[in-house]
């Protein structure tokens, strides 16, 4: 166990190829180390009686209900479909940064990776959606094993680039979502707020369950610069050289208010919000997730 707790240090997983093998060792370790999953797929669940009317479909007669009463019963049931679930992985330039040998893409792409594999186990369908300022590629809801790969060599294949627009493409799929869903958008958040938070507001308007994994590394939180030191802006010309010492106290502040913001307003809206460093193990990501599924 000791040797396989290791596989949740992202900084390992980055070394160990491929992106199935990562997933397959995050999530059967998690697994293992549970004596019940709390993670359920959707099924079809049994609702409620009522009274046969002409029309209905004999096959939904429940017959035992008619050996005691001598009356015509039809078994309801909820929607018979299984979880469908939409990741949203920003793929825009600022994901691209890490300090310690893990980008914010490289986390997001792991765990991605790891809740893929868990739902094609469960034979809940699955889509993947990597985007910056629009969608960059789309693969529609499947749970097929052929499916899950294509979402990982679509993982593996993308470079992180451009700007992002992360409240305009949560508009755009929208229209794409016909059933209720659960979405969970793996993202770093560096896009105007309010947009953003719009963006998710429309999702959950349309009764989708939400998640939110916000991504950061562990320097754009703790600021450790201690030099002087050039700042470059991955999505823009902006290139700042300073003395990090000196507005390392304010930059620490508005950081904090920048996640407090989501933090607040995603429990506002009833959306499940989680903040993660990528040196955050991939165990406790996950874990995270499955808690909030039980």
Not at 23 to 45: D, I, M
Request: charged fraction near 25%; hydrophobic fraction near 35%; glycine fraction near 4%.
């Amino acid at each position: 166990m000791a040797e396989q707790k290791r596989y949740f240090d992202p900084q390992l997983l980055s070394t160990i190829a491929p992106l199935s093998l990562q997933a397959r060792l995050v999530v059967e370790g998690v697994l293992s180390g549970l004596h019940n999953s709390p993670y359920k797929g959707f099924s079809v669940e049994f609702s409620e009686h009522r009274e046969y009317t002409p029309g209905d479909e004999i096959r939904h007669i429940d017959w035992k209900a008619y050996g005691r009463f001598d009356r015509y019963f039809i078994k309801e049931y909820e929607e018979e479909t299984n979880l469908r679930c939409y990741l949203l992985v920003d793929c825009s330039a600022s994901m691209g940064y890490g300090s310690n040998g893990v980008s914010k893409f490289d986390y997001a792409s792991y765990l991605a990776a790891a809740l893929a594999y868990l739902m094609q186990k469960q034979q809940d369908l699955v889509s993947l959606v990597l985007f910056g300022q629009e969608v960059r590629k789309q693969l529609p809801p499947k749970s097929n094993p052929g499916h899950l790969q294509a979402i990982l060599n679509a993982l593996e294949q993308t470079v992180p680039a451009g700007e992002t627009s992360v409240g305009k493409v949560l508009h755009h799929l929208v229209s794409s979502i016909k059933r209720r869903s659960l979405v969970i958008l793996l993202s770093d958040l560096l896009d105007d707020q309010e947009t953003v938070m719009r963006g998710l507001r429309h999702l959950r308007h349309r009764k989708n369950e939400v998640l939110v994994f916000q991504i950061f590394d562990p320097t754009e939180i703790e600021f450790p610069f201690r030099d002087f030191t050039r700042f470059e802006d991955l999505e823009g010309p902006v290139k700042v050289i300073t003395d990090p010492r000196a507005i390392a106290q304010e930059y620490r502040r508005n950081v904090m208010e920048f996640i407090q913001y989501y933090r607040q307003q995603c429990r506002l809206h009833y959306i499940d919000y989680q903040l993660f460093s990528t040196a955050t193990p991939l165990d406790k990501a996950l874990l995270q997730y499955l808690a909030w599924r039980k």
